[in-house]
């Protein structure tokens, strides 16, 4: 079997790791540098680093022969996702979704979109943590008086916090640190800035939700949940189950 991962996930890595344990040769996408790093030292791992294009993508599958594509990229990364199925179908070859197991809430506001998040805290008042990433920043500064409202908690890579910086960030407010938090580092967080809100994703276990949930619970912050996009797809033993029978 000649397999493609594209690993911009936890999952991703561990599924990597896990398969190349097994004897099983691998090659693993990923977007950045950084995510590179990630990527445990093995000989049974190449690594393909930067962002693609479906038509580049296609030519990656094509130049290399590969059979089987298994896409565990973020479950936000809706677009990436897209561009990956539409390649594999192109190329006629077997497509693998990961999906990332959801973990069930009962407080927090649920949006549907970082806009529709930006738009509520327009309408009231306090400090605000963002954890939703880099990407969507820009969004946040229709916030009246963003600049001393927002806390962006991001990657530690010079060109995000440089587009931080761009977009007026500054100071204490760019918190560059690679997560996922515990409970009691989140609350620690929400406490020292007096977080009257949080943003997130509904990231799963792997991404560290429950334990913001747990800590903005515990400071008293209320949560704003920008819900995931639904999609299909195979759980991380069903995908390990099916790669090692082949």
């Given at each position: ?52 294009t ?14 089987c ?47 529709q ?15 939703t ?61 007096n977080?009257?809100?949080l ?26 949940v ?15 189950k ?5």
């Amino acid at each position: 079997m000649n397999l493609l991962i594209f690993a911009g996930t936890t999952e991703g890595r561990m599924l990597s790791e896990q398969l190349a344990n097994l004897g099983i040769s691998v090659s693993v996408s990923v977007a950045t540098e950084y995510g590179k790093q990630l990527l445990p030292e093995s000989d049974n791992i190449s690594v393909l680093s930067g962002r693609m294009t479906q038509e580049q993508m296609e030519q990656i599958i094509k130049t290399n022969r590969f059979d089987c594509v298994v896409d565990a990229t973020h479950p936000y990364a809706v677009e990436v996702t897209q561009n990956i199925k539409q390649a594999c179908a192109q190329q006629e070859i077997t497509y693998l979704r990961l999906r990332r197991k959801s973990e069930l809430w009962e407080d927090g506001i649920v949006v549907n979109s970082a806009k529709q998040a930006a738009e509520y805290l327009n309408q009231v008042t306090g400090i605000i943590l963002l954890t939703t990433g880099s990407k969507e920043l820009p969004v946040f500064t229709a916030i009246t008086d963003y600049q001393q409202r927002c806390y962006a908690r991001v990657l530690p890579l010079a060109q995000v916090v440089q587009q931080c910086q761009d977009l007026g960030f500054s100071g204490n407010h760019i918190i560059a640190m690679q997560g996922p938090f515990s409970e009691d580092f989140n609350y620690a967080m929400l406490k020292q800035i007096n977080a009257a809100y949080l943003v997130t994703k509904e990231s799963g276990k792997a991404g560290g939700f429950s334990e913001k949930m747990r800590a903005a619970q515990r400071a008293g912050t209320k949560v704003i949940v920008i819900a995931r996009p639904s999609e299909d797809g195979l759980d991380y033993d069903t995908i390990l189950k099916q790669l090692t029978e082949r």
